[in-house]
């Protein structure tokens, strides 16, 4: 009952003080606030659309050697005269326009000028020669793309729309040598429908080439199941960004709340608790009891809080309950044992500039890492170096649907770790004050 | 007054590494008196309260408080003991009332009785009008107050207070020494250290004098005086030949010396107001003016110059 007064007290204590509330409710949700805002608008539903990329186009293909193509197989249905209008015909298809924005100018020059000003984003010329470099088999035919250095999103969708035609036309054009290597004299007249069944598999079959063209994947790996899959393409970056943001700050207030049993020391509230008719074990659960409540506390209000504010779906109840717990005794047990090793509160500034900051960026280099495959990789096996990256990995399996036993699993390993500096941080202060 | 002894201390040593705090400290407290632990800073007067609190282990030697041993039953040493110690030791940011709530629930008290205690301890205190603005905005004198309050609430019968005056206005002291006086009147016993000579002078039943760790001295304050055979001085200053008036006092009845020093003439004296009109018939009878007189009546403070060698404050 004793340890309870002194947790209880000990809690009053932590949310009468502004700067340790602000720290705990308000940095985290502060810092997501700003990624949700700063990775798109918010509409009704929650999600966010991209800004259109404005191209200009200076297509001044000569053409060459004639095919006929199906405009069936062409988005939007045009014919193509040549290799460059078959490029503009794709890239001025409806299926394009919530992507880009067309304009086509008659030089280079304009072109280029036209980026230079920033009137638009990106510039596409395609040479005089390209068909008939397309067409000869020794040819190499080339597109000059010219874009604003200072942009990277706008750009980058449209280079990759730009590679993956190429990299069919390419197809095309080693189908094509292979047919006329291969085929009798009297069958070169199909070469038309050579050409025209290759385009029905390799440019027709995407009815949505927005959906394909951008790579939006799921943080957890891929192992997606529905219900992560339902999750729009903002809030599958805010969510881990809101849980690494809890579990950085958790674990600060963790170490926080246990420095209270030093400050207290300092204080001479220690000593004088000391003097009551209250054992040393009972005084020191009451203090590790009180960290474990504080933090419980930040934990639960946000969860609660970022679902609410900004609709991230923290998983399972199961899960989430587990996770949080295992996030919950990690961060305490962390507090406790770090707290153990200083000796006074003025060293309280080293730590939390330091070992928090080092050891809670190691635990969210995934998050920021999920993008790419090997950074997300590497990203992995550093994070889980530290107590923190164990606690993201629970969450983020939690939020990715995965099954209560992997989730489980981590928390498990979570707990290890927790145990271990509960043990210490317990035998030290033990050791201190007999 | 109770002659049992609430407070036996029975040869206590304690080191910290090369420094020897206290070493070898023994004396007896009676139930329902005030005794004082008197010495400079650095004596051990703290040290020595520390261990008979149970925060510090004794390398050597024992203490019982109202029987229960401080090595082998701190528990029971704590349950019938209230300490204020030397430092604030109240958390700033609870109001008084929380703080006298949250020690009296350390003292084991709950519910009703809980909250009726912590009323009467804000009357004794005088702070029940401010009992529920935070103790971090109280002046230092009430704050003291508020940390005398807490070693109160569950009515222990041996109440150790170390040093409670130090840094606070005057007012704020009266306040605390008439505080303890009526502890003592209610029957506790009080174990008060100080650096304050008068404070040990006025309150004490019993004084001890501590100095480099160990108990020099102890006894009332007339047994301490007696035991240095201390004389009441008084300091004059003459209109007149100083040689001749001087030569005259030391023949009087009841003088043991005359000095002089730079115009002021000390004379020591068995009893004062025996000796004070010889010393003024003697001058007018050499045609002399007595211009000024202060009398010093022995004290602590020239005990402890006795004993030491050393002026308390130094």
């Known amino acids: 009952m004793k340890a309870f007064d002194i947790a209880l007290k000990d809690m009053t204590r932590s949310f009468r003080s502004t700067f340790a509330v602000i720290f705990m409710f308000g940095v985290p949700l502060l810092v997501t606030g700003m990624f949700y805002f700063m990775f798109g608008n918010i509409t009704d539903e929650g999600g966010f659309t991209l800004p259109k990329t404005q191209v200009v186009i200076a297509n001044l293909d000569e053409g060459g050697p004639k095919f006929q193509v199906n405009p069936k197989n062409i988005p939007g249905g045009k014919e193509a005269d040549s290799m460059g209008d078959l490029i503009v015909s794709i890239l001025q298809s409806e299926d394009m326009a919530d992507l880009i924005e067309i304009t086509l100018v008659p030089s280079a020059e304009t072109a280029r000028t036209a980026v230079d000003n920033q009137e638009s984003q990106v510039a596409i010329i395609i040479p005089t020669d390209f068909s008939h470099q397309f067409a000869d088999v020794d040819g190499k035919a080339v597109i000059e793309f010219y874009q604003d250095p200072t942009l990277t999103l706008g750009p980058a969708i449209m280079r990759s729309i730009l590679n993956r035609f190429m990299d069919g036309m390419s197809g095309v054009k080693i189908a094509v040598n292979f047919f006329v290597d291969e085929a009798e004299p009297e069958q070169l007249f199909l070469t038309g429908q050579v050409v025209d069944q290759y385009l029905e598999v390799s440019l027709a079959e995407n009815d949505d080439p927005e959906v394909e063209l951008l790579d939006v994947r799921n943080p957890v790996d891929g192992q997606k199941n529905d219900a992560a899959e339902n999750q729009n393409l903002l809030l599958s970056i805010i969510g881990p960004i809101m849980g690494g943001m809890m579990v950085f700050y958790a674990y600060y207030t963790g170490t926080s709340t246990a420095q209270s049993i030093l400050k207290e020391e300092e204080e001479r509230t220690l000593p004088r608790l000391f003097t009551t008719p209250t054992s040393q074990a009972t005084i020191l659960t009451g203090k590790f009891l009180s960290v474990f409540m504080t933090v419980s506390v930040q934990i639960i209000v946000l969860l609660i809080a970022a679902h609410l504010i900004f609709g991230i779906e923290w998983g399972g109840f199961a899960s989430v309950a587990l996770m949080a717990i295992g996030i919950i005794v990690s961060a305490s047990s962390f507090g406790v044992f770090v707290n153990s090793f200083l000796k006074d509160t003025k060293q309280g500034g080293v730590l939390f500039g330091g070992i928090l900051t080092v050891t809670g960026m190691m635990g969210m280099i995934k998050i920021f890492a999920m993008n790419s495959a090997i950074a997300n990789k590497m990203g992995d096996t550093i994070s889980l170096l530290v107590p923190q990256g164990w606690a993201i990995r629970g969450l983020m399996q939690a939020m990715g649907g995965e099954s209560f036993n992997n989730v489980a699993l981590t928390v498990l390993v979570s707990f290890l770790w927790s145990a271990a500096f509960f043990a210490i941080g317990v035998w030290r202060f033990n050791r201190r004050y007999t | ?314």
């Open chain 2, 1 to 314: 007054m109770n002659n049992s002894a609430a407070i036996e201390v029975l040869g206590l040593k304690k080191s910290f590494g090369e420094n020897h705090a206290v070493q070898g400290v023994s004396f007896n407290v009676n139930q329902g008196e005030i005794f004082s632990l008197l010495g400079p800073n650095g004596a051990g007067k703290t040290t020595t309260i520390s261990m008979l609190s149970c925060l510090l282990r004794p390398n050597d030697g024992d203490a019982n408080i109202m029987g229960h041993s401080i090595s082998t039953d701190p528990m029971g040493v704590k349950s019938v003991l209230g300490v204020v110690p030397q430092d604030l030791a109240l958390y700033e940011d609870l109001t008084a009332r929380e703080n006298l709530s949250f020690w009296g629930k350390m003292y084991g008290l709950r519910g009703s009785t809980l909250k009726t205690r912590v009323d009467e301890v804000l009357n004794v205190i005088g702070l029940r009008d401010r009992a529920n603005e935070r103790v971090g905005k109280y002046s230092g004198g009430m704050k003291r107050r508020v940390n005398i309050g807490v070693a109160l609430l569950h009515k222990p019968k041996v109440i150790y207070m170390d040093e409670p005056t130090v840094g606070i206005d005057p007012q704020s002291r009266r306040n605390i020494l008439d505080s303890v006086v009526l502890l003592k009147n209610e029957g506790m016993t009080v174990l008060y250290t100080t650096h304050y000579m008068e404070e040990a002078q006025e309150l004490s039943d019993h004084i001890g004098i501590m100095d480099h760790g160990k108990l020099i001295a102890h006894g009332t304050h007339d047994e301490l005086v007696k035991m240095v055979g201390q004389q009441t001085r008084i300091d004059l200053t003459l209109n007149g030949n100083a040689d001749q008036v001087m030569a005259a006092w030391k023949e009087t009845e009841g003088v043991s010396r005359v000095t002089s020093d730079e115009g002021l003439i000390s004379v020591l004296v068995q009893d004062s107001n025996l000796t004070l009109p010889h010393l003024f018939e003697a001058a007018t009878k050499h045609s002399a003016r007595i211009t000024s007189v202060n009398i010093s009546e022995p004290n602590l403070e020239a005990v402890f110059l006795h004993l030491t060698g050393r002026a308390l404050r130094d």
